[in-house]
């Protein structure tokens, strides 16, 4: 069943069509990583999947629910996080995890916000001003805000974003893990590589606002004939072919 | 359903809360200005009463009650825009607006906070107003709530025009919400009635609320009893401009959302 349906969507600002026709589909519980270079529409695409931004064309269904008529059903059972969205800094990680616990109408907030403490191992910083917290810790808070609710379906844009190495690689294996015990359906916009290799089964590569190819990691690697996906990316950004690399 | 939106309204007001509680500055410049201006205008309408004799007590009465009266008004309007404010200066919003929160709960939670602002930060001045001039506002008598809740509406939709000034302009459209209210002061009679008003501006203060209701007030403390067509006045107005202000509201939240001033506001 698919949880995610984009049918024809197109975001237009007067001259300039930042996403051109877009559809796809992601099947529930499957990760697929949107691929693309700046600006080529993967942070539009999210903010129209959430309903922040009104698509100038086209349709979103998330979890049978029309974006277009009916999204608060839809993003009661969804979540978001980015590195490009914060958390009021003068609150407290749990007074911040409070607040959304009454956002999401979340059931005993005190215990919710006790598991997820204990499973991003958050308990020393609770009781600590969000502003206060470094680039990793605040990553771990953002992504304990984004399960708050237990979404069937979470969007990430760039969750791993000047993390370094060791905390990028704890993010990544807790969502895996999670992924795998909830069945959550992930949409993972992303230009960490060996993220999206590791996490994705599917990815979708943008460019100028259109997908211009899909398909599974390993698809991907085996069609442009390359190790990895970095190497795919630079051969789509830059329009060229393993093949023609070789000659010069 | 009315628990869960009563939930996330409590879950915005809430976070609004916490960041009072934790932060005394914050609650004192709540107070500061109702209270110095309260000492500011109570030692005027006392040099006045002094000096005049009985008509300057009744003045002077005229004076404080409309220095109280209208703090209602102004910290009722700023507590609402600034609350939507705070929002954007947290780079917060991106998460409150892809919550399930509505943006009539939005608008409750804020027209709450504001309700709680307009209650701590007047405290302190009314007490003053009692203990250093013997004045007691609530000697207006019940209609003092209805003149108090003509007020606060009056405060909820010029608010609500500064948040759609806010979400058309962006954040450059922010200094409105600390002077717009200043800028209806001349308009609103506050101090003096609306007939000493120029012949032409008199039509402009008599289509907002609060012209109706200080013209309401002074009769009261004048002891004329309860101008019931003033306040009948400012009820109406009130309607009238809350229903249009929500109305724009509305229509910007929706241009926001087309043009992207949702995700890049406060940028």
Known sequence: ?248 | MIYASGRRIWGLMYRHIALYRASWPRLLELAYWPTLQLCIWGFTASFFAARLGSPGIIAAGALLGGVLLWEVALRTQMGLALGFLEEIWSRNLGHVFVSPLRPWELVAALVGISAMRVAIGLAPALLLAWLLYTFDIFAIGPVLLLFVANLMVMGWWVALGVISLILRHGAGAEALAWSVLFGLTPFSAVFYPVSILPAAVQPIALALPSAHVFEGMRQAIAGGGVAWGHLAWATGLNALWLAAAIALFANQFRAARTSGALISIGE
């Open chain 1, 1 to 248: 069943m698919d949880v995610i349906t984009v049918t024809g969507l197109t975001k237009r600002y007067d001259a300039t069509l930042a996403v051109d026709g877009i559809g796809f589909s992601v099947p529930e519980g499957a990760t697929i990583g949107l691929l693309g270079g700046n600006g080529a529409g993967k942070t539009t695409t999210i903010a129209m999947l959430l309903g922040l931004l009104i698509p100038t064309a086209g349709s979103i269904r998330i979890l049978g629910h029309d974006m277009a008529r009916d999204r608060f059903s839809a993003l009661a059972k969804m979540n978001f996080s980015s590195p490009y969205v914060a958390l009021p800094s003068r609150l407290t990680v749990e007074q911040n995890l409070r607040v959304y616990c009454h956002l999401y109408d979340v059931a005993k907030p005190s215990r919710r916000i006790a598991e997820l403490a204990d499973e991003l191992n958050l308990h020393d910083l609770l009781g600590r001003p969000a502003g206060q917290l470094s680039a990793g810790q605040k990553t771990r808070v953002a992504l304990a805000k984004s399960l708050i609710n237990r979404p069937r379906v979470l969007l990430l844009d760039e969750p791993t974003a000047s993390l370094d190495p060791d905390t990028g690689d704890l993010v990544r294996s807790w969502l895996e893990r999670y992924r795998a015990e909830s069945g959550c359906t992930i949409l993972l916009a992303s230009h960490n590589m060996g993220e999206v290799e590791r996490l994705c089964s599917d990815v979708l590569v943008m460019k100028q606002g259109r997908i211009v190819d899909r398909g599974s990691p390993h698809e991907l690697l085996e069609r442009h004939g390359r190790h990895d996906l970095e190497e795919v990316f630079l051969d789509i950004a830059r329009n060229r072919t393993a093949t023609a690399e070789a000659l010069v």
